[in-house]
């Protein structure tokens, strides 16, 4: 029988797709990750179900749309999970740092979580707990950062959510979550194959990288924000999605009508400067397991759960369907993975579930809605898809429909709200900045 990889699923918070060296985005810095992409596969076409946390990795793990598995925002009860598959096909499954169940702290088929959650959870209409950042901040006598904390900066009006992490290194979510995962491959004594999920926090918000990270940007172009836009042409739900950005700090960003070039080349510095952060302390998941002996015996998935608009077309963070918002980098490396494999056809981030149990040698279950990948790693790639989809309903944020879709195909994307006769329709062969 052949032996079971051990398997390591990365997921950071709002990256999007151009973040990565190696998928030929030369202004930012990313040696680790442009190693998996070199080494491994990377899905260069991978769209997220859902523009947001929870919606997306509900979809993601449970392999189905929101329609079906019923999650379409943060606090809406999770129904399916395939970790548990694994459990029951003899992984030790770990999860460190950020999956946005709900239930935060269920056992979703884990034997283990460590949970951290959002950098910022200061908002009075969020549930309360402590996670383990939380405990690691009271047992080093600081108080974590939020936007209550940000607040009380002068120029925190002007900031559009970039700060410099003045804390000690250790501290800061995302290499105290990796760097939590490590202990566990350095201590962890069993020997049976693991399922080791690493939620990293960032790079949503507050953009908050450390002044050593931010100055590798000093000289380095970044790329300009989409300006050309005309807002009054949006939708209404679009419109209404900006002005509650302008009259809310969500997650410490303070998004402002007409920002200048010089405060939005700072907003991008500091973002791109924490996926360089990130790409860090991928290097180091990477040594721990060549420490415990098991990196060629392992499989690892690096993608994130949705983009960042980074103002681009007007808007802040994510809730949109535009390609910043929901185009996400998806990479698979390890052993029986093809290296510098390039894919280009359109896949949906939810295929990475059944996807990862195939890889496992477990079957994936008959009702789920997405497709394995595992095909593409073999001689003759699959037929293309037509196109993906992706959903968002019931939010608290986009209040102004009850229902928006999206229908991208590789050269038109159409945007649908059920309750306007307004949309969005983008022909991306002609238009493919835009979209």
Not at 69 to 76: A, I, L, Q, S, T
Not at 224 to 231: E, P, R, S, T, V
Not at 307 to 319: E, F, I, R, V, Y
Not at 328 to 334: I, K, L, R, T
Request: hydrophobic letters at 35%; a negative charge.
């Amino acid at each position: 029988m052949k032996k079971q990889p051990n398997i390591v699923f990365i997921i950071t918070d709002q990256q999007r797709y151009d973040t990565i060296n190696a998928l030929g985005f030369p202004h930012v810095e990313t040696p680790n990750l442009d190693r998996l992409v070199q080494e491994g596969t990377s899905f260069d076409g991978a769209y997220v179900t859902s523009p947001s946390c929870s919606p997306s990795r509900a979809s993601l793990f449970s392999g189905t749309y929101p329609h079906t598995n019923g999650v379409f925002r943060n606090d809406e009860t999770w129904s399916a999970c395939w970790v548990q598959n694994l459990n029951d096909a003899g992984y030790r499954c770990v999860n460190v740092g950020k999956m946005h169940t709900w239930p935060v702290e269920g056992a979703f088929g884990y034997h283990e979580r460590h949970v951290v959650e959002n950098k910022d959870r200061a908002h009075p209409n969020l549930p309360f707990y402590l996670d383990n950042w939380d405990k690691a901040f009271w047992t080093r006598g600081f108080e974590k950062p939020s936007r209550v904390t940000h607040r009380r900066g002068a120029a925190y009006a002007d900031s559009l959510g970039a700060f410099t992490w003045d804390l000690p290194e250790d501290l800061h979510s995302d290499v105290f979550v990796p760097q939590l995962a490590c202990m566990w491959l350095d201590r962890y004594s069993g020997q049976e194959p693991f399922f080791l999920q690493i939620g990293i926090p960032g790079p949503h918000p507050p953009y908050d990288p450390t002044a050593e990270y931010l100055e590798r940007y000093d000289d380095v172009a970044m790329p300009k924000a989409i300006l050309d836009y005309d807002l009054d042409s949006q939708p209404a739900p679009l419109r209404a999605l900006r002005q509650n950005h302008l009259e809310n700090d969500h997650d410490a960003v303070v998004h402002l009508t007409d920002p200048t070039e010089a405060q939005l080349d700072r907003q991008r510095r500091h973002y791109f400067a924490n996926v360089t952060m990130i790409d860090a302390q991928v290097g180091k998941i990477i040594d721990a397991l060549a420490r415990r002996g098991v990196l060629e015996d392992t499989i690892i998935v690096f993608t994130s759960d949705h983009g960042d608009s980074l103002n681009d077309h007007g808007h802040s963070q994510k809730w949109n369907m535009y390609e910043q918002s929901v185009h996400v980098p998806a990479v698979v490396w390890g052993a029986g993975i093809p290296g510098g494999r390039r894919i280009d056809d359109l896949v949906s981030l939810m295929d990475l579930g059944p996807t990862v149990l195939e890889l496992a040698g477990v079957t994936p279950p008959g009702w789920m809605e997405a497709e394995s990948l595992c095909p593409y790693f073999r001689d003759t790639a699959p037929p293309a898809r037509d196109c993906v989809f992706a959903e968002h309903a019931r939010d608290k944020i986009l209040t102004e429909t009850a229902f928006m879709t999206m229908v991208r195909s590789k050269e038109w994307k159409l945007v649908h709200f059920v309750d306007s006769a307004e949309g969005q329709l983008f022909d991306l062969r002609h238009d493919p900045g835009n979209g």
